[in-house]
């Protein structure tokens, strides 16, 4: 049972991450008609037309952009250009000298205050990282985030951590908010509108595309769960700006939660009425004013690669450091003699306590490079036995 609703948790995550991708494939293809014009071939259709000539970089629209006080930026988490467009925003809004915060889908609110304590130099970037969890509750690589990061900590510009915790999430997924307790109750937004029929058809035909999730109470759960994060990022930012009404928040979220304005934008905007801007990425996308108030094409950029242990790893254990649970298909840790079951206690310089540890360890390591990585063996007669194994990283 318990596999089950992990497995069930993991697949409603996949589904709702892939709802910005899945919207933006329902595109019609070049060439073809609208049915009506099908059937009547006099009949005439919308064209659209892109001057190349005319396209603008996005230095020549900074200048419109600095005349809002909300900008939203979307990204595809994994994609390293969506980060650099939003990196490029953010430097060019405070050459127009506005006065900046940065709103974070990445980070959950409960941990706000490692973050102010990193923009504000009194933790470093390893310890910000184990204190907001990082690892465990977003897993997308952080150098992925680190520019923009390191642009608020040099130049002072608070970060605000927009999501809701998973744990409340998570339960909303398995048993509706209906099934919340008091305290958990108390923990959601101020309000939740559910009045907007075009959201709802979108994440629906999202979650319908997988059979697996298809059952109608479990939509409405996963409704409820997007429609949490929509409204809880929201009110988090809303209330913000109210709080510090001279600063252009830029906020930094998964599309999914922006296009169409469906998600975090009208419910920002029915909180507290501003200026705004929605740009995304426009790859895959059908051409329309709806979707965006600008759509974006970054060329692309890859991260280098990590190297990797080739392991999969307990998020915990019981016992000292991380134990292993299986290897990878490629594993320099399985070629170099470790075994299933033992427990990482240090990887190069950097003491192993969790799983957060051993990422923070590899971060700026390249594949191919070798690191000392100690373990800890259970043998028959209970007794432990300290291991160091020399791995190639994959």
Known sequence: ?????????????????????????????????????????????????????????????????????????????DRYEDHLVQLAILQGLRARGKDLAIGMEAFQQPYQAHLDDYVAGRID?????????????????????????????????????????????????????????AAERARLPDSIARDDGAYRERLEAAFRAHPMLADRKEFEH?????????????????????????????????AGHLEYGQGIPRRLLRRMPTTSAILIDGRDRRLGGDVADFLLYPDPVDLPKTGLLGVLLEDASDGPGVQVQDFGDVSGAKDAGMRKKDRIVRVADVAVHGYADVRIALIDRAASERVPVEVLRDRANGLSERLTFDVVLH
């Not at 130049?155 to 909303?172: C, D, F, Q, R, Y």
Request: glycine share 8%; no cysteine.
């Open 1 to 77: 049972m318990i596999d089950a609703i992990r497995h069930t948790r993991r697949a409603a995550r996949a589904v709702i991450l892939l709802v910005g991708a899945l919207a933006a494939g329902q595109i019609v293809a070049a060439g073809s008609l609208p049915p009506e014009a099908a059937s009547d071939p006099g009949a005439t259709f919308a064209t659209r037309v892109v001057e190349v000539a005319a396209l603008p970089q996005l230095t020549d629209i900074l200048a419109r952009l600095a005349e809002r006080q909300v900008i939203f930026v979307g990204e595809r988490h």
């Open 125 to 181: 970037e390893e310890t910000m990282l184990r204190r907001t969890q990082y690892f465990t509750r977003w897993r997308f690589d952080y150098r992925l985030y680190r520019p923009i990061l390191r642009f608020a900590r040099d130049h002072g510009v608070p970060i605000i951590a927009l999501n809701l915790e998973s744990e409340l999430t998570e339960k909303v997924g398995e048993v509706g908010i209906a099934g919340l307790d």
């Open 222 to 254: 996963f409704l409820e769960v997007q429609l949490l994060w929509d409204e809880g990022m929201a009110a988090r930012a809303a209330e913000y700006l109210k709080g510090h009404p001279q600063k252009t928040l830029v906020v930094l979220a998964g």
